[in-house]
């Protein structure tokens, strides 16, 4: 019987497969829900940077002028942060795989503190949702990357849990990129997140917002670079995430060098049976293919390791478009 545990973020993982960041991540019932089901780890839904800084400014606030608080806004803001906080202890409490939790942030200071009370609410790792929109022209691609590199540094600095980071898929290099992420102390990476994006709706003639869910054809733009980044010399790991609905999803990914796989729109479409479908499919090729464990076949087609490489490389398009009639 093959057997389909892994390693990551240094943490022991039953299945590779794990629920990823969203509303199914959000409740602790949810997350005893997923480890029935047979995943590996879950990610908990994100806490946003700006739900801490404000519960920070509330606080200082009521602290100076307690007449003038707004208890009703001082209550929801301290509530989301404290329920994060209940969130990721009663998870802990409640399953055995490992909880990680997850912050959405875009600036190196103000937040970091709170993550060392989420390690301490019994967190195994910590996965931040890095973003912000380049929307000034005066600032390089250069210090919009480096803003991402300040905030693992701060993080490193005061967690002793490790810590990943996930990126959407578009930097001008995005192999320099994670390479400097690990040279300042992420243990891994996840590829990629999926960003609200607008559309427009020309009967009324308004921006709407696109779909929520993924398409599994999404999956093909992280193939390549999942392929490409696990081939580098780092001992970083990579989750592999958007589009994986299927065995086959995530058994690509797994050969391209991914340490795990997540899921999210999936189980929005089809609920938790969709990882143990996952995990079934995936122990029966590896029956099939007498791969005995992940670390068999793990990366058997990265970059480094396929005969042609430069079927990763954009140059192949060129020939691909000509010969196709
Ligand atoms: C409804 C919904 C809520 C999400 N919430 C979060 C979140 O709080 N933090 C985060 O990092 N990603 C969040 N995501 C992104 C997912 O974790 C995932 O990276 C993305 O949807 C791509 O994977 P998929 O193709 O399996 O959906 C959310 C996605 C959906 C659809």
Redesign the pocket.
């Known amino acids: 019987m093959s057997n389909i545990s892994t390693r990551y973020l240094g943490l022991d993982l039953s299945s590779p497969v794990i629920v990823?960041?969203?509303?199914f991540t959000s409740k602790v019932e949810s997350i005893a829900e997923a480890e029935a089901a047979g995943a590996g780890a879950v990610?908990l839904?994100?806490l946003f940077e700006e739900q801490i800084v404000s519960q920070a400014h509330s606080m200082s606030v009521r602290e100076s002028y307690p007449e003038a608080d707004d208890y009703l806004q001082y209550y929801t803001r301290t509530n989301s942060v404290d329920s994060y906080l209940e969130l990721v202890a009663g998870a802990r409490k409640r399953v055995k795989i490992p909880v990680i939790a997850?912050i959405?942030c875009f600036s190196p200071k103000g937040w970091t503190d709170f993550a060392v009370e989420i390690e301490n609410a019994g967190a195994s790792a910590l996965?931040v949702?890095i973003f912000f929109m380049p929307v000034d022209r005066h600032q390089t691609g250069a210090a919009s990357e480096a803003v991402y590199f300040n905030i693992v540094d701060n993080l490193k600095k005061k967690l002793k849990i490790p810590v990943s980071v996930?990126i959407g898929m578009r930097f001008s290099n995005l192999l320099n990129f994670v390479w400097q992420m690990y040279n300042h102390g992420a243990s891994g990476v996840?590829l990629?997140?999926?960003f609200y994006e607008p559309d427009f709706d020309i009967n009324n003639l308004s921006i709407v917002p696109a779909s929520?869910?993924?398409n599994p054809v999404?999956q093909r733009y992280v193939l390549r670079w999942v392929g490409m980044i696990s081939a580098q010399d780092t001992k970083m790991d990579i989750s592999a995430?958007?589009?994986?609905y299927t065995g086959e999803d995530a058994i690509k990914y797994l050969l391209a060098g991914a340490t795990t796989v997540?899921?999210?729109?999936?189980l929005?479409k089809r609920g938790f049976t969709v990882v143990t479908e996952i995990n079934e499919a995936l122990r029966k090729w590896m029956d099939v293919k007498d791969f005995r464990s992940i670390g068999d076949f793990r990366g058997r087609l990265n970059y480094r390791n396929v005969e042609n490489p430069s079927l990763f490389e954009r140059s192949q398009f060129m020939k691909h478009y000509s010969s196709y009639i």
């Open positions: 990823g960041s969203s509303n990610v839904k994100s997850s959405n996965e949702n996930k996840t990629f997140n999926r929520v869910l993924s999404e995430s958007t589009g994986v997540q899921v999210c729109s999936a929005y």
